[in-house]
């Protein structure tokens, strides 16, 4: 049938109507006959139900704008309201007049809501909403009871929510469906500072996790490993260097406000962030060159920069993620960074400044190396200028 369309956005779900299976209320009876035949078989639920429907959309789906709006109460602590509205957004999500679905897919897992409340998964399942919002099944459809619903998890085509499950989800989806990365970046930079820095700290952790784990199939791992470097690196999510100094600023100048008026806020700007596409990684420390205009933050990350996360700075040094950014030409050596960098500008820069570049290039730089390049040491000469010799 033809898939819902939101805008651009293609996800795998659809309506009852636009595959032949009528209303809501239709649907549901259609839905409830099917997965009771399943129940009634010889020894109950079995495993050749699923091979026979893959790919069948039969799974009630629970479209996030009907879950969505009780998260944020949940992560302010306010759990009888959101129980309240969630009772609310079932019953509505129950007397729609077309039900959606989701395809029975052993390869594409559908999420449950996550068993406990914890807070840091809520925050991350908002994200979820924003980034995969057609990936949940309605829990509380009568047509699946809850011994359907633990055969489905065993057999791995329904898993609970998890930080982990939704970036394996997002590789998955890249996979299957490499243009589809513009859309997730497009859907990413709507989201808040706060949620860009949570999505950082999980792309990063899960990515390390995941290359720790390993996999029996090696063709399986080289597509995962090239689908989560695309991943990791097309979100917009990461700060450069000059980034750091912002939010710096900003928490800052929030202190100050606290102090003066009790209120705090880190405001919603969403500039700070961009993609690793957008960046250039430098594998070494940043520079601060004292009174110079030459910009060495803006568009760098310094993977020893003491402002980056520890996981972050491990996933960066994942070979895939490694390699996916070198032949995108957005890895860098300290060395090369200098050279290429900061090297041509040094005829401009104060003494002081002069001496802090050559403190850095110069012990890491062989001899032949060094003297291989057309200058890079000033020095005076009289009735005054600068010239740049070889060391």
Known sequence: GMLDRNGDVDDDIVSSSSVGLGSGAEADTLLRDIWGFAEKGQHGMAE???EHFDGFYIIPACPSEYWLRRLPRVAAGDAGVAASSQGEASSSLMHAQTRRLLAMRRTDPIF???????????QVLVIAGQLIPSRFMDENHPAIPNSTKHFLLQHG???????????????????????????????????????????????????????????????????????????????????????????????????????????CSLGQGRQVHQSLAELIVVDGEPMHLPGELLDLSGRFVFRESPHILSSFAQALLLPEIQQHLISHGRWLTQVEWLL???????????????????????????????????????????????LLKPP
């Open 157 to 263: 085509i329904l898993e609970h929510f998890s930080s982990s499950a939704m970036i394996q989800a997002l590789t998955r989806t890249l996979r299957q469906r490499a243009n589809h990365g513009a859309t997730l970046a497009a859907r990413c930079a709507s989201l808040t500072v706060q949620q860009k820095d949570l999505l950082h700290r999980v792309v990063s952790e899960v990515a390390c996790e995941a290359s720790s784990r390993g996999f029996v199939d090696a063709q399986s791992h080289h597509e995962d490993n090239g689908a989560r470097a695309l991943l990791f690196c097309s979100l917009p999510i990461f700060r450069s260097e000059a980034g750091f100094q912002l939010q710096s600023q900003a928490i800052n100048a929030s202190s100050q406000r606290t102090l003066a008026d009790g209120h």
């Open 340 to 386: 290429r960098h900061v090297v041509p500008h040094i005829g401009e820069l104060g003494s002081e400044a002069q001496v802090i570049v050559l403190d850095r290039l110069l012990p890491l730089l062989e001899v032949e190396q060094a003297n291989s390049h057309p200058g890079f040491v000033p020095v005076e000469v009289i009735g005054g200028g600068t």
């Open 48 to 50: 050749d139900f699923i």
């Open 112 to 122: 449950l809501p996550p068993q406990d409340d914890d807070p840091l998964t809520i």
